[in-house]
């Protein structure tokens, strides 16, 4: 029986992720993804395409450590921005608010690296607002964090790149 093994592969994962072995991650998470569609255990998919979105935000941060010129980020940057946009839709068909707040700190997180911090705010704000407890909780706490980084961020950021 697999049930379960989808959460033992994220966690497989999460620990390639921090030893710096972002390829070996995401060959896991393609398992584990793979794993959901023949099971039909959807429980984790969604955290499944969160975190692969990190680590392919993860792996192109530790090529740039390595290479003397810079190079440009936005093929990653999508691909981790559609790994995170699919795990917020998943976490909402399935009313996860938790695992769309993971998600949404997530792709708030990018766009604010990417200058974009007004839209990065505006998909973080209502949803840090839903909750009503468990401000102390490392993902409330997380969201709260970057709302404020967000809050004292230049809007003009935003207007540089349209």
């Known amino acids: ?8 592969l994220l966690l497989l994962a999460e620990a390639y992720g921090r030893d710096e072995q ?13 794993l959901v569609e ?3 255990e959807y429980f984790n998919q969604a955290e499944l395409y969160r975190f692969k979105g990190e680590l392919m ?6 090529k740039s450590k390595i290479e003397t010129r810079p190079r440009p980020l936005t093929l990653s940057s999508q691909e ?3 790994c995170f946009l699919k795990a917020i839709e998943i976490a909402q068909q399935q009313q996860a608010k938790l695992l769309e707040l993971r998600a949404t700190v ?42 404020d ?3 004292s961020a230049s809007p003009d950021q935003d207007a540089a790149l349209e």
Do not use: C, N
Request: hydrophobic residues 45%; without cysteine; proline residues 1%.
């Open 149 to 151: 980084s967000l809050a």
């Open 106 to 147: 997530s792709l708030a997180r990018l766009w604010y690296q990417e200058g974009k911090s007004t839209a990065a705010r505006r998909v973080l704000e209502p949803l840090y607002a839903w909750f009503t407890e468990g401000f102390t909780t490392a993902d409330l706490r997380a969201a709260k964090s970057l709302l």
């Open 80 to 82: 981790a921005e559609a």
């Open 38 to 40: 023949h099971t039909g």
């Open 22 to 34: 972002e390829e070996e991650g995401l060959q896991i998470l393609a398992k584990a993804l793979a």
């Open 1 to 8: 029986m697999h049930l379960g093994q989808t959460y033992i």
């Open 57 to 62: 935000l993860q792996r192109t941060s530790q």
